[in-house]
Antibody
Framework: QVQLVQSGAEVKKPGASVKVSCKAS????????MHWVRQAPGQGLEWMGW????????NYAQKFQGWVTMTRDTSISTAYMELSRLRSDDTAVYYC????????????????WGQGTLVTVSS | QSALTQPASVSGSPGQSITISCTGT?????????VSWYQQHPGKAPKLMIY???NRPSGVSNRFSGSKSGNTASLTISGLQAEDEADYYC????????????FGGGTKLTVL
C-alpha cells in the first residue's frame, strides 16, 4: 500500500538546522508531488511548499522562502525538508504528504500523509 | 489567523447529521473546485476525506459528503458515529502570490 515513513523526533537549539526525511513506498515516487505541512502544538495546519521528485523543482510558501530547502533522492524514494535558523516558534509536527500526480498543475489533495516528525526548538 | 474560516466546534448525537462550513474568498474556495477535507484524530496524521469539493477517495464512508456554494464549502457527516469525533480541516488551492494552498483553522467535532 502507499505509505510515507518519516524520520524520528528531533530536539534542536535556536539557530540550528533540522533535516526531516520522508521515505515513500507503494507507488512511483517520481510520479507525484510531495508536499510539506506543519502543525504547531494545539494549532492548525500550515502549508510549507512542494517538491517535484521527478525534476527536483520546488515551490515554497513565501513565508518560508530563504530558510526552507526541499530535496529528494530518487534512488531511495526519499524526500527531505531542511529548515534553517530555527526559532522556538518553529516547534511543530512536520508532515510530508503526497500530492497530485505530475504534471497536474494544481495541488488539490494530499494523500496519504506521513506519521509526522516532532521538531522541538529549545535552548 | 487562518485564511479559511471554520467554526471552532460542532457537536451532534449518534445517528444525527452535522455540517461544517469553510468560508474563503473568490481567490480560493469560490474561484476553484479544489477544496479538500481532512480528518485528524488526536496524535494522528490527517486523513483525506473529500477532494475536489465533493469526491470521496476509495475507502471513505459514503456518510461523508462535500459541497460548495459561492465562497463557502461544506462537509456533511450523516449517521454520526462515535469514531467520527475528531478535528476536521478544509483546504483549498489559492491564486495568492504568496502560497498555493490554504487551510482552515480546524473544527472540533464532538459526538455527544
Amino acid at each position: 500500500q502507499v505509505q510515507l515513513v518519516q524520520s524520528g523526533a528531533e530536539v534542536k537549539k535556536p539557530g540550528a538546522s533540522v533535516k526531516v526525511s520522508c521515505k515513500a513506498s507503494g507507488y512511483t515516487f517520481t510520479g507525484y508531488y510531495m508536499h510539506w505541512v506543519r502543525q504547531a502544538p494545539g494549532q492548525g495546519l500550515e502549508w510549507m511548499g512542494w517538491i517535484n521528485p521527478n525534476s527536483g523543482g520546488t515551490n515554497y510558501a513565501q513565508k518560508f522562502q530563504g530558510w526552507v530547502t526541499m530535496t529528494r533522492d530518487t534512488s531511495i524514494s526519499t524526500a527531505y525538508m531542511e529548515l534553517s535558523r530555527l526559532r522556538s516558534d518553529d516547534t511543530a509536527v512536520y508532515y510530508c504528504a503526497r500530492g497530485s500526480q505530475i504534471p497536474a498543475a494544481i495541488p488539490d489533495w494530499f494523500d496519504p500523509w506521513g506519521q509526522g516528525t516532532l521538531v522541538t526548538v529549545s535552548s | 489567523q487562518s485564511a479559511l474560516t471554520q467554526p471552532a466546534s460542532v457537536s451532534g448525537s449518534p445517528g444525527q447529521s452535522i455540517t461544517i462550513s469553510c468560508t474563503g474568498t473568490s481567490s480560493d474556495v469560490g474561484g476553484y473546485n479544489y477544496v479538500s477535507w481532512y480528518q485528524q484524530h488526536p496524535g494522528k496524521a490527517p486523513k483525506l476525506m473529500i477532494y475536489d469539493v465533493s469526491n470521496r477517495p476509495s475507502g471513505v464512508s459514503n456518510r461523508f459528503s462535500g459541497s460548495k456554494s459561492g465562497n463557502t464549502a461544506s462537509l456533511t457527516i450523516s449517521g454520526l458515529q462515535a469514531e467520527d469525533e475528531a478535528d476536521y480541516y478544509c483546504s483549498s488551492y489559492t491564486s495568492s502570490s504568496t502560497l498555493e494552498v490554504v487551510f482552515g483553522g480546524g473544527t472540533k467535532l464532538t459526538v455527544l
